[in-house]
């Protein structure tokens, strides 16, 4: 049987000290957000930097380019198909850079192998030189 009686219990509280507290939780959700907008705009700013790392575009790299930025920007999938040479892992990368930086996201790159995985390596750091000294 459930005891219907009433009890009150008495917990001590100061009324300026949870306002204190409140304050000082809002502050830090303010400044977490504050901080967040501006790095966001920092990576914004930083994605629309990146150019492409050599002084000519090689044929079908410009169109390359093109797709993969649709395909991002539209939330499609893309598949691919393109002769060896052309410069796929550059015109795939660097739009989707630009892409992840601009809109806070986490870019992935698999490969199925390691000299794969060189050539990409190589690509981040040919963009990043690109960038100049300070990049």
């Known amino acids: 049987m459930i005891d219907?009686?009433?009890r009150d219990l008495a917990i001590p509280f100061s009324e300026a000290?949870?306002?204190e507290d409140l304050v000082t939780i809002l502050?830090?959700?303010i400044h977490g957000a504050q901080e967040r907008a501006r790095r966001q705009a920092l990576r914004i700013g930083f994605a629309g930097c990146l150019l492409l790392p050599f002084s000519k575009m090689r044929s079908g790299q410009s169109e390359?380019?093109?797709?993969?930025?649709?395909s991002l920007t539209?939330?499609?999938?893309?598949?691919a198909n393109?002769?060896?040479g052309i410069g796929k892992t550059i015109a795939v990368l660097l739009p989707a850079l630009r892409y992840a930086l601009a809109e806070g996201c986490i870019l992935f790159h698999l490969t199925s192998r390691t000299v794969q995985q060189e050539a990409v390596a190589r690509t981040f750091?040919?963009?990043?030189?690109?960038?100049?000294p300070e990049g």
């Open 4 to 6: 219907k009686a009433r």
């Open 17 to 19: 000290e949870v306002r």
């Open 27 to 29: 502050r830090d959700v």
């Open 64 to 70: 390359l380019i093109d797709a993969v930025t649709d």
């Open 74 to 79: 539209l939330g499609r999938l893309l598949l």
């Open 82 to 84: 393109a002769p060896t």
């Open 125 to 132: 750091e040919d963009i990043v030189a690109a960038l100049g």
